[in-house]
């Protein structure tokens, strides 16, 4: 899987316009795994992915708020035919790493942080391929954190990367 995926990626570098931060292609929506990945398919290159939401974290399906934040995911990109990839890279499980924009060039990524249905991964949002969207994204969770959204809505939110640890 990870081989397909650096294909891709290599790909996007020889078939799309590419700007120094990232490529953008636009590919078909299959569906959604949970609250920060979804399933896409590239249909000039016939070939579908795994695509993780760049620099946010949503709960895990087992974690408090992991099914509404899914929920959430799906009602963004409910009668999304197609998004556009803003692509990053790939992660150790060959997920391509994305921002993700819908047919309203809407940010899904900033938009579930925006509704508190996921944490700023800050660890990877840091990053320079990521300084265009820091401050927005994470001014974002600051604003659903004091208006207690989503998963703020609990006084004591489990992080999903400590949730993991723990498992």
């Known amino acids: 899987y990870w081989f397909k995926a650096a294909i891709f990626t290599a790909l996007l570098s020889i078939t799309y316009t590419a700007t120094a931060d990232?490529?953008?292609?636009?590919?078909?929506?299959?569906?959604?795994a949970d609250g920060d990945t979804i399933y896409v398919r590239d249909t000039k290159q016939k070939v579908s992915y795994r695509v993780r939401l760049a620099m946010i974290d949503a709960p895990e399906k087992s974690q408090q708020y992991g099914t509404q934040s899914k929920i959430a995911l799906q009602q963004l990109l409910r009668?999304?035919?197609?998004?556009?990839?803003?692509?990053?890279?790939?992660?150790?499980?060959?997920?391509?790493?994305?921002?993700?924009?819908?047919?309203?060039?809407?940010?899904?990524?900033?938009?579930?942080v925006n509704q508190g249905a996921a944490w700023?991964?800050?660890?990877?949002?840091?990053?320079?391929?990521?300084?265009?969207?820091?401050?927005?994204?994470?001014?974002?969770?600051?604003?659903?954190?004091?208006?207690?959204?989503?998963l703020w809505a609990d006084p004591d939110p489990i992080e999903?990367?400590?949730?993991?640890?723990?498992k």
């Open 22 to 32: 990232f490529k953008s292609v636009r590919v078909s929506l299959e569906g959604i």
């Open 79 to 112: 009668g999304s035919g197609y998004v556009t990839l803003h692509v990053h890279g790939t992660d150790r499980y060959g997920r391509l790493i994305a921002v993700v924009e819908d047919e309203r060039s809407r940010n899904i990524n900033l938009e579930l």
């Open 120 to 150: 700023v991964y800050t660890q990877y949002a840091k990053r320079g391929e990521f300084s265009k969207y820091y401050s927005v994204i994470t001014t974002a969770e600051q604003n659903a954190r004091m208006q207690r959204l989503g």
């Open 160 to 166: 999903p990367w400590r949730f993991r640890r723990s």
